[in-house]
């Protein structure tokens, strides 16, 4: 086995960052639907979280913008002609197509793709496989442009295998690392393969099977199953669980809004997962089995944590990471400080025996407001050095990157942005604009980022 290292692939927020409330089961996104947002503080907020982690030495990495709007999807549905004659249509398009078409949110690349690191996979190759995001319509449009960019960054066949998404079936939804997560023994630098763990919402394949009621289960157990073959995982070492349908119902759509887990730590609610005593007693020991060591398994009970507590706070959002030190730091939205349950269990994740010995808050509310927090921002990619070699350089951030970056942003992005600003003509040129100068900021082909 090689040594590995974690790096977060963060998604640059793009410059039509709004708030459309298109995301039915996200309660934030339904409650901040048709407010004004502010692409520029957005994507500054998303910039000082890379540069935190960046600061702490642990690798950091951005994925590019997917262009909006996406002219190919209204083509797709029917409307004619240019870019220019399709922009002068927009205020005659549906509101909600207009929106989907606009939206940004790719920004959250917890959803982009499910990445196994080579040492977890049979042919020694680190495997990506792009999400369809078939749940939602607005999100169902990134995968072929999410491709695209995946197989330019990671273009090297030798070390990197980048499957298309699953076919776009209601029976294989598939939201990507927001449902899925790795452990393996503690170490910056790490020399073992890992126990691969994926949360499904339902089974479509067992119709009796426990399914939420009121908002949509996002990821099915044949999506997992199939993602796991992709990868070419040891199934000894390869798990799948069924997310509670009460915490689907309270408005938790992704896995990662209520478990984290990260090398020899996880954390979780009492409601995240179907027959949870037993699931976890089992990866439990097959940790201990495989790496001669127990893992930490740290559970917030419903008076510690009220469910609707979690989905607000989003404390199980917080990235939770690796210092170079071996130690622990636990990224919380701020959100987390401002209430009573949420700091009383970050204080008792410290005090407790495991390596997490630091909260740092961060302040993402413009991603926040449509749910999405640390952990919703960033691809989880851990490379040997190898790999990190063969990725396209000029996506790994540095100080001058972040720097040019947030200059980037204050040139190109506007302060605010309301759903009626999207049929403003003159928006679809600005964001060609910078892609363009951001395509020379990271030194790739214009063509991948405007996607032609
Ligand atoms: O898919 N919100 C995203 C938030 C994704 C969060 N990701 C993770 N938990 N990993 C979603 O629901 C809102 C868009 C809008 O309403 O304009 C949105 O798509």
Not at 25 to 43: D, F, L, M, V
Request: charged fraction near 20%.
């Amino acid at each position: 086995m090689q040594s590995i290292r974690e790096f977060n692939f963060d998604g640059l927020i793009g410059p039509t960052h709004n708030y459309a409330g298109l995301s039915y089961g996200n309660i934030a996104s339904a409650k901040h639907g048709k407010k004004s947002s502010s692409p520029q503080q957005a994507a500054l907020q998303g910039l000082a979280k890379m540069k935190a982690l960046a600061d702490q030495g642990i690798g950091q990495a951005i994925l590019p913008p997917l262009r909006r709007p996406r002219f190919e999807f209204l083509r797709e549905l029917g409307y004619h002609g240019s870019n220019e004659q399709l922009s002068e249509l927009f205020p005659t398009v549906d509101p909600v197509l207009l929106a989907t078409c606009f939206s940004a949110s790719n920004m959250w690349t917890a959803n982009a793709a499910t990445v196994s690191p080579s040492n977890d996979c049979s042919d020694g190759r680190l495997h990506l496989t792009a999400a369809n995001l078939s749940s939602t319509l607005h999100r169902s449009i990134e995968h072929p442009s999410t491709s695209r960019l995946l197989n330019f960054i990671f273009a090297d066949s030798q070390h990197f295998a980048v499957h298309p998404a699953l076919p776009s079936q209601a029976g294989l939804r598939d939201e990507g690392a927001a449902n899925h997560t790795r452990l393996c023994p503690l170490g910056f630098e790490n020399q073992t393969d890992g126990l691969e763990i994926f949360v499904f919402g339902a089974d479509p394949l067992a119709p009796n099977s426990a399914a939420p009621e009121t908002f949509p289960a996002r990821q099915t157990k044949l999506a997992s199953e199939s993602i796991a073959r992709l990868h070419q995982l040891d199934p000894e070492n390869t798990f799948f669980l069924q997310q509670n349908p009460t915490a689907i119902d309270a408005g938790v759509f992704h896995n990662d809004v209520i478990s984290v887990g990260n090398q020899n730590v996880l954390l979780c609610h009492e409601y995240s997962f179907v027959d949870q005593t037993d699931q976890l007693q089992k990866i439990r020991d097959q940790f201990q089995t495989k790496f001669k060591q127990p893992l930490h398994v740290v559970e917030f009970n419903s008076g510690e944590l009220p469910l609707p507590v979690a989905v607000t706070s989003y404390l199980f959002n917080s990235q939770l990471v690796t210092r170079p030190d071996n130690g622990m730091t636990i990224f919380s939205p701020l959100e987390c400080k401002k209430d009573r349950s949420a700091l009383f269990c970050l204080d008792r994740l410290i005090q407790a025996d495991n390596p997490v010995d630091q909260v740092q808050f961060i302040d993402l509310q413009q991603s926040m407001n449509n749910g999405g927090g640390p952990a919703c921002l960033r691809l989880r990619i851990a490379m040997t050095e190898a790999e990190i070699g063969a990725v396209h350089q000029g996506i790994l951030l540095t100080d001058n990157l972040h720097r040019q970056l947030v200059d980037w942003v204050k040139q190109h992005y506007r302060k605010r942005l309301s759903t009626a600003d999207l049929c403003d003509p003159a928006l679809p040129g600005e964001v060609e604009r910078a892609l363009i100068d951001l395509a020379e900021i990271i030194d790739s082909p214009k063509e991948v980022l405007l996607d032609v």
